[in-house]
């Protein structure tokens, strides 16, 4: 298992170029399952929730060919096989419940093993399976799995009890190909989802209003393959903003879209980081003491839960008080006694947790404990004294290209090592 080892203390300074968005790559994959033929997607990062899906993919029968490095993934699911996730994939990656909305549409059926709690919280998918039953599929669980089915799939008007990312991807592929028109209300405006939508249109879907709360499909007979490419990974480029925030020097974040993280972007102004932004650049320089904000996260254009962890990196240097509340997950606070291992001051009250600020972290020994967990220990490790060894860095490989690589390019000290 690796593991990092920082060395905390250098300032950051040089040119960072982001990758494509895990969380956009992931449902577009899924939408390859919709057309048979040859999609093309560019821009793929070179993470291991990708090859994740990409083994559930070749296991449903879609020919996977990756290029150019893995960033550019050529999907052939012109020959189905298989309608079923087994366990083994969906226990290690959530994400592959987004093949039952795809699978429901173009096969009449789809089995996808039901995914449990996880690390952050009890995450159940009953959106999901509400929005598919009112397109009028049948929904069965037995023996851990569920299985949808219904081979001709209605349009209907349902509304989200809760705003669901994956949710709403799920319920919007199922909805192209029934039959008259279906309203999703309540739905997800993740840039992610907006994607999905566009590149479902660019396949021949006729759908409206991606981007706000009520999205319109009407249904079609068919479509036909898509050429897209991935957009910036907006929590990537979050993270490497808040890097800045805690480290002198200055850095360039290349090929990140702004747009997609402004409430970040506006929090960490607050907390002193200088931004400029520049067509699909941002360069930010991290100087002077860090102003304690407070923080709500909450669904698009709000704080994203998934910056919540690395926020509070940042209020833990913080000169003052900064209260972190945590409103989409239950239990996204595991961080928390890793960072107090490192010399945080941090009190948790149910969802909020009250970060008081100190002058320096110390290097520690931690663990790793979901994907955001570990990328706020690595950024604490990269401001504190001496050296942090974080464990179980498989979490961050989910998620981050190369991270290590590009923080070094930085001027940072972090290797991995293999025990
Ligand atoms: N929820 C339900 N029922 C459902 C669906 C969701 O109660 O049927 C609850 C969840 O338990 C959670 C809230 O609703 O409390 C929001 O969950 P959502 O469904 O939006 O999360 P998700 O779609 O499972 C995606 C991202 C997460 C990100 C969340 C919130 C992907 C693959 N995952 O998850 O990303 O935190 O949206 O923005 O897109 C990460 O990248 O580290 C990550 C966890």
């Not at 490497?240 to 929090?267: H, T, Y």
């Not at 948790?348 to 790793?368: C, N, Q």
Request: charged share 20%; with cysteine; glycine share 10%.
């Amino acid at each position: 298992m690796d593991q990092l080892v920082i060395e905390g203390g250098r300032p950051l300074r040089g040119a960072v170029r982001i990758a494509g968005a895990k969380n956009a790559v992931l449902p577009l994959m899924t939408a390859a399952l919709l057309a048979p033929g040859r999609h093309v997607l560019r821009n793929v990062p070179q993470v291991v929730d990708v090859r994740t899906m990409s083994r559930l993919l070749q296991h449903l029968g879609v020919r996977v060919e990756s290029v150019d490095e893995g960033r550019t993934l050529y999907l052939d699911s012109s020959l189905l096989e298989r309608v079923e996730a087994p366990y083994d994939l969906v226990k290690t990656m959530r994400a592959s419940v987004l093949v039952l909305g795809p699978l429901l549409a173009r096969k009449g059926r789809a089995q996808v093993s039901l995914p449990g709690g996880c690390a952050i919280g009890a995450r159940p998918i009953d959106q999901h399976l509400k929005g598919l039953q009112a397109l009028g599929a049948k929904v069965e669980l037995e023996h851990g799995y569920v299985t949808v089915k219904g081979a001709s799939l209605k349009g209907a008007c349902l509304r989200f009890g809760i705003s669901t990312v994956t949710g709403t991807a799920n319920v919007l592929m199922a909805a192209v190909f029934a039959e008259g028109r279906t309203l999703l209300e309540n739905a997800a405006c993740e840039p992610e989802v907006v994607e999905l939508a566009r590149a479902l249109q660019q396949m021949g879907a006729h759908i409206e209003g991606e981007g706000t709360e009520v999205i319109t499909v009407d249904g079609v007979e068919r479509l036909k393959p898509f050429d897209w490419e991935v957009i910036p990974d907006r929590i990537e480029t979050g993270t490497f903003l808040a890097a800045a925030r805690m480290n002198p020097g200055e850095i360039l974040v290349e090929k990140c879209r702004p747009a997609d993280l402004q409430s970040v972007i506006e929090k960490l102004r607050a907390t002193g980081l200088r931004v400029e932004e520049n067509g699909n650049s941002l360069w930010v320089k991290g100087e002077g003491p860090i102003r304690s904000v407070d923080v709500k996260t909450g669904a698009y254009p709000g704080f994203p839960t998934d910056m919540q962890a690395q926020m509070m990196a940042v209020l833990s240097i913080g000169e003052g008080i900064g209260v972190v509340t945590e409103t989409i997950f239950e239990n996204r606070f595991t961080h928390v006694s890793e960072l107090r291992r490192m010399g945080a001051h941090i009190q948790v009250e149910g969802r909020t947790a009250i970060v008081k600020g100190g002058p320096w972290l110390s290097g520690a020994p931690v663990m790793a404990s979901d994907l955001r967990a570990s990328a706020c220990l690595v950024l604490a490790g990269l401001a504190a004294k001496g050296a942090t060894t974080i464990s179980r860095v498989y979490h961050l490989d989910r998620g981050y290209e190369a991270i290590e690589m590009k923080l070094r390019g930085l001027g940072a000290s972090i290797t991995r090592v293999r025990v």
